[in-house]
């Protein structure tokens, strides 16, 4: 019974905080640029670079700060979320623990692609679709699966070419058939 009264004080002062927010806010709670839905207690935790894109519902979850660098893709349905349980304490929801998330910049994540707490990922990296992440991903790395594994690197001179334009451009769109039916 007095974790149950723990609990729905907790929740209480939970919702309390939502409807100030909400209530003084001159724009939608949960909106941040086009695409993107954020929850936690300090919108002042996105910390988001310029050129950034969000494919749509993209779920930033702040209660620590998340770092996006510029002109980094996140793709459809992908979770950024800084909170977890302490799984060594019993009731486990009574410890919370936030941990950041640093991306860098001209990162691209795909499609349903999960980020945990405590995760940096580094300049350069392609997180492929549906990819949890739990660990740090170096520079250039192309990361998939769940648990994340590396595949492989990108070539530094695919992305350390200069001049690089810094500016929003018009994307080549090229069309292709089906994969290949070989199986070999």
Known sequence: MKLFLIFKKYLKRKLRRLMLIMLTSDEPYNKVLEGAIAVGENRSNLIIGKNVSFGGNVYL????????????????????????????????WTKRIDRPIKIGKHVWIGTGAIILGGVVIEDYAVIAAGTVITKNVPKGA?????PAKIIKYRSPETYDKPP???????????????LSTNYS
């Open 61 to 92: 979850h702040s209660d620590a700060v998340i770092e996006i660098g510029e002109a980094t893709m996140i793709g459809y349905n992908s979770i950024l979320h800084t909170s977890t349980h302490d799984y060594t304490d019993h009731p486990m």
């Open 142 to 146: 192309i990361i998939c699966g769940n």
């Open 164 to 178: 690089f334009i810094n500016q929003p451009q018009e994307a080549t769109i090229i069309k292709k058939g089906y």
